[in-house]
C-alpha cells in the first residue's frame, strides 16, 4: 500500500472523537467549538514547537486571545462546564504551555475572583480580567510547601490598620514574570487562617524571577516570587477567602481542568502518532500495516476515549451541580495516568524521530509530566478518593 493511496484527513474519526461525545453539545456550543479549533490551528499551533523550544511566551498572541473570548465561558457566557472542558482539552491539544496560561489567568485566578471576591471587589477587576487587559497568576505552591500546603503556607499576613503586610515566597507561579495581578494566598498571623489577597506585581516588595532550565510547558513562564513587606489596602483582601476549605473551592474545578488537559494531550499524541504511522514507510510499507504499531494505536485511543468519557460524565455533574471533591480527584488521578501511558506509546511509535521536538511528540511526551504533578499529585488524588471510599485518611 502506498502513501498517496491513504487521506489521512478524510479517514473516520479523524477528530480523535471515536464515540461522538461532541454531539453532546448544543448546536450553538458545536458552532463556538468549531470556530475556536480553528483559531487554535491557525494562531497556536504553527508557533507552539518554536516558542516551547525558546522557551519564550509569544506576548503578541494576548490580544488575539482577548480577541476570541474564551476567559469564564460558564460564568460569563453561559456555556456548559462540558463545552468548557472541551475547549480547554482542545487548546491543549494544540499546544499545552498556551492551555496552562489560559488555566492560570482562567481558571484559578479569574476562578478566584469570581468564588472569592465580594460583589464590590467583582465589579471593580472582572472587566479588565476578562478582557485580558489584566494578566493574572496565582500564588500558593510555596518553596518548601507542595502538597501540604493547606496546613503548612508559610507566607504570612499581617493586619495593620486599614492595610494587610505580605511575607513569604511562592514558587511554580505560572504567568507571574509578566502578569499585573496575582492572587497570593497566606496564613494569617492572628488566626491562622489561610486567606487570598489580590496583589499588584508592581507593589515594592514584591518580586518575581523566571524558573530556568525546564523540561516541561517551557514556554510558560513559571517564577519564584519573593514577598518582603508588601503592602496590600485591606480592599484588596479577598472578602470570602478566610481559611483554606475556600481556597480548595477554587481548586476542585480548576483540578477538573486539568484533567481535561490530560484528555487533550493523549488527543495530540493520537493525532500525531495515527499520522506518522499511516505515512511513514518501513519495509516498503506504511509503519501502520504492522499489528504491533496498531495495537499501540489502538491502546492510545482507548487511554483517550476512557479518559474522555470520565470527564464527559463529571462535567455533566458539576452542570448538575452535584460534583464532589473526591470525583475530581479520582479524575485527575485516572487521565493524567492515562496520559502518561499514551504519550509514551506516541513517542515510541515515531522512534528515534520521538525525541526531537521537531516531530512535535517529544514535545508533548514533555509536557505531559507537568500536567501529571500539578494540581493535586498521583499520590494525594488517589489517597482523596481512598479516604472518600473508605472512610480512613491515608494523608499524614
Not at 453561559?78 to 492551555?99: C, K, M, P, Q, W
Not at 483554606?244 to 488527543?267: H, I
Request: with cysteine; charged share 20%; net charge negative.
Amino acid at each position: 500500500m502506498s502513501k498517496a493511496a491513504i487521506d489521512i484527513d478524510n479517514l473516520p474519526y479523524a477528530d480523535g472523537d471515536f464515540y461522538a461525545f461532541e454531539q453532546l453539545l448544543t448546536p450553538k456550543e458545536q458552532d463556538r467549538l468549531a470556530e475556536v479549533r480553528s483559531f487554535l490551528d491557525r494562531e497556536v499551533k504553527p508557533i507552539a514547537v518554536d516558542c516551547w523550544n525558546r522557551g519564550e511566551f509569544p506576548m503578541e498572541l494576548i490580544p488575539k486571545l482577548a480577541e476570541i473570548d474564551l476567559v469564564s465561558p460558564v460564568r460569563r457566557q453561559g456555556y456548559s462546564n462540558l463545552f468548557a472542558g472541551i475547549v480547554h482539552a482542545e487548546a491543549t491539544r494544540a499546544d499545552a504551555s498556551i492551555a496552562t496560561f489560559m488555566g492560570v489567568h482562567d481558571g484559578l485566578f479569574t476562578g478566584s475572583i469570581e468564588a472569592l471576591a465580594s460583589q464590590e471587589q467583582q465589579d471593580a477587576w472582572l472587566p479588565d480580567i476578562y478582557a485580558l487587559k489584566k494578566i493574572g497568576a496565582f500564588g500558593l505552591t510555596e518553596p518548601l510547601g507542595g502538597s501540604d500546603v493547606a496546613g503548612g503556607t508559610r507566607t504570612t499576613a499581617r493586619r495593620e490598620g486599614d492595610t494587610w503586610i505580605l511575607n513569604g515566597a511562592k514558587r511554580w507561579i505560572g504567568n507571574a514574570t509578566f502578569s499585573d495581578w496575582v492572587v497570593i494566598y497566606a496564613r494569617d498571623v492572628a488566626d491562622n487562617q489561610v486567606k487570598g489577597f489580590l496583589v499588584d506585581t508592581s507593589l515594592p516588595g514584591y518580586s518575581a524571577a523566571m524558573i530556568e532550565n525546564k523540561i516541561s510547558l517551557r514556554t510558560v513562564q513559571n517564577a519564584d516570587i519573593t514577598l518582603e513587606n508588601v503592602v496590600v489596602p485591606d480592599f484588596f483582601k479577598l472578602a470570602n477567602a478566610n481559611s483554606f476549605r475556600d481556597t480548595n473551592k477554587v481548586l476542585k474545578v480548576t483540578r477538573l481542568a486539568v484533567a481535561w488537559q490530560a484528555v487533550g494531550l493523549q488527543l495530540a499524541a493520537f493525532d500525531i502518532a495515527r499520522r506518522y504511522a499511516v505515512e511513514r514507510q518501513q519495509f516498503g510499507r506504511p509503519l501502520a500495516s504492522f499489528q504491533l504499531v496498531q495495537d499501540q494505536l489502538v491502546q492510545i485511543l482507548g487511554n483517550t476515549v476512557s479518559s474522555m468519557g470520565m470527564m464527559v460524565r463529571l462535567a455533566q455533574l458539576e452542570d448538575a451541580g452535584i460534583a464532589r471533591d473526591e470525583q475530581s480527584a479520582l479524575a485527575k488521578a485516572f487521565t493524567t495516568a492515562r496520559m502518561r501511558e499514551s504519550v509514551a506509546m506516541g513517542r515510541n511509535i515515531l522512534g528515534g524521530n520521538g525525541i526531537v521536538t521537531d516531530y512535535g511528540m517529544a514535545k508533548i511526551f514533555s509536557d505531559a509530566e507537568a500536567i501529571y504533578s500539578y494540581e493535586g499529585t498521583q499520590e494525594i488524588n488517589t489517597l482523596v478518593t481512598g479516604r472518600a471510599i473508605t472512610g480512613v485518611s491515608a494523608i499524614v
